[in-house]
C-alpha cells in the first residue's frame, strides 16, 4: 500500500523533473548561463589572479576561500559529533568484529597490502603537492591518506593501528587543516591587507608570487593531513563500539 | 520543451532517475543502513547533474599551460562547487552512521519497525 503511494507520489516528480529538463539549455553548449557571467574572468585571469595554473585550485584556496574555510570546520564539527556520541577509542582496546574474529587474516590480504599501502600514501603526498599545477588537491589526498591508514585498521585491527597512529599523535594534526587556513589567512592581516589575501604587499614580484605559492602549498597539506586524520578518527570511533552485533549472536 | 530536447540532456535525465531511486529507498526501505545508502545516491545525482551543467563538449580540464590558449575548458565552477558538496556528504553520512551505530547498541537492530514496536507498512 505504501509502495504504491511512494511509487506514485515519484511518478508527480518524475513529470516535474522531465518537464524542466526539457526546458533546460542544453548539455554541451559553450554559451549556456552557467559559463557566460564570471567564468571566463576566471579562466582568462585565473592563474594571475589565484596563483594556480589549475583553475579548481584557485577557486577553492582563493576566489572561495571563505567558502573552503567553512568546509574545513564542517567536516571539524563532524568529528566532534561522532565523537560526543562514540567516544574515542581505548588504547590497545577494541571491541571491533574485526578484532573478535577468531579468523586471522589472509596472509594474500597482509602481503598485498604491505605492498600497496606504501604506494599509496606517496600517491596521496603527489596528489596533495600537485593541487596548484594539475589535478590533484588538499581534500583528495587526504581522503587517500585516510583511506590507505583504515586499510591497516582493517587488515592489523584496532590495536595495532592505535599503537601505529597514537591519539597524542592525531590529536594536533586534526585542527590542523583549519589552523594552516588561519594562519594563511591572518598572515595577509599583518600585512595590512585583507583576511585571506595571499598577494602581500611591499614585496618583490617574483618573491610575492613564490611566498603566494608556498602559503597555498601550506594550506592543502593541512587539509590533505588534516582531513585524512579526521576520518581515520571517525572510523577509529566507530570500529570501538563495532562488538554489540558479536555479543547478541553468542546468546 | 521538445523530445530532443530531452534526449540531448541526457546526464540530466540520468541524474534525476538517480534522484528518484535514491528517494524511493528512503521512503521504502525500513533498514536505516540501507536508507543512509539511499541518501547517498541522492546525493550523488545531485553531484552529477551540476558537474554536467558546466560540461563542454569535447572540452578539456580547466588547467592552463604556460602560454597554451584553449577555446574548449570546461566549466571549472561547479567542479569547485561539488568537491565542497562530496565533503559535507561525507561528513553528514559519518555523523549518520554513527547515530545508527547508537541506535543498535539500543535496539540491537536497525529495522525501523522493531525500533518503533510496531510493524511498519512497506
Known amino acids: 500500500m505504501k509502495k ?49 595554473r589549475n583553475i579548481i585550485t584557485g577557486i577553492i584556496l582563493n576566489y572561495r576561500g571563505y567558502d573552503t574555510m567553512g568546509e574545513t570546520t564542517v567536516i571539524f564539527s563532524a568529528l566532534a559529533a561522532v565523537i560526543a556520541l562514540l567516544d574515542r577509542e581505548k588504547r590497545r582496546r577494541s571491541r571491533s568484529s574485526v578484532d573478535a574474529s577468531k579468523v586471522e587474516t589472509s596472509t594474500v590480504v597482509r602481503t598485498v597490502a604491505r605492498f600497496v599501502l606504501p604506494v599509496v ?18 581534500f583528495q589526498g587526504g581522503a587517500i591518506i ?49 583576511f585571506l589575501t595571499f598577494i602581500l604587499p611591499g614585496l618583490s614580484a617574483g618573491v610575492a608570487e613564490t611566498v603566494r605559492s608556498l602559503m597555498l602549498t601550506v ?7 588534516g582531513g585524512g586524520i579526521i576520518f581515520v578518527s571517525i572510523v577509529f570511533a566507530m570500529m570501538r563500539e563495532d562488538r554489540y552485533e558479536l555479543q547478541q549472536d553468542r546468546k | ?32 543502513i540501507k536508507k543512509l545508502i539511499g541518501l547517498n545516491i541522492m546525493e550523488t545525482s545531485v553531484f552529477l547533474l551540476i558537474v554536467s551543467l558546466g560540461m563542454v563538449g569535447g572540452g578539456e580540464a580547466p588547467i592552463v599551460e604556460a602560454g597554451v590558449k584553449t577555446a574548449n575548458i570546461v566549466n571549472p ?36 519497525g522493531a525500533i518503533l514496536g510496531r510493524e511498519v507498512d512497506v
Open chain 1, 146 to 194: 585516510g583511506a590507505s591508514i583504515i586499510i591497516f585498521a582493517l587488515v592489523w585491527g584496532l590495536p595495532e593501528a592505535t599503537d601505529r597512529m597514537p591519539l597524542g599523535a592525531r590529536l594536533p594534526l586534526e585542527s590542523s587543516a583549519m589552523l594552516a587556513f588561519l594562519a594563511m589567512g591572518v598572515i595577509g592581516l599583518a600585512y595590512g591587507v585583507h
Open chain 1, 219 to 225: 594550506i592543502e597539506a593541512g587539509i590533505g593531513v
Open chain 1, 4 to 52: 504504491a503511494l511512494v511509487l506514485m507520489a515519484l511518478a508527480l516528480i518524475a513529470v516535474v523533473f522531465i518537464y524542466a529538463i526539457g526546458k533546460m539549455p542544453p548539455m554541451n553548449g559553450k554559451d549556456t548561463p552557467d559559463k557566460t557571467h564570471v567564468v571566463p574572468r576566471y579562466l582568462e585571469k585565473g592563474e594571475e589572479e589565484a596563483g594556480a
Open chain 1, 121 to 138: 600514501v606517496l600517491f596521496a603526498v603527489y596528489t596533495i603537492l600537485h593541487g596548484e599545477p594539475s589535478a590533484g588537491g588538499g
Open chain 2, 77 to 112: 565552477i561547479p567542479q569547485a562547487l561539488i568537491l565542497t558538496g562530496i565533503v559535507v556528504a561525507v561528513s553528514t553520512t559519518a555523523v549518520a552512521l554513527s547515530l545508527c551505530i547508537r541506535i543498535h547498541q539500543k535496539y540491537g537492530t536497525l529495522e525501523a
Open chain 2, 1 to 32: 520543451m521538445s523530445f530532443s530536447r530531452i534526449v540531448n540532456n541526457f546526464n540530466y535525465v540520468f541524474s534525476a532517475l538517480l534522484f528518484l531511486m535514491g528517494l524511493y529507498t528512503v521512503a521504502v526501505k525500513p533498514n536505516l
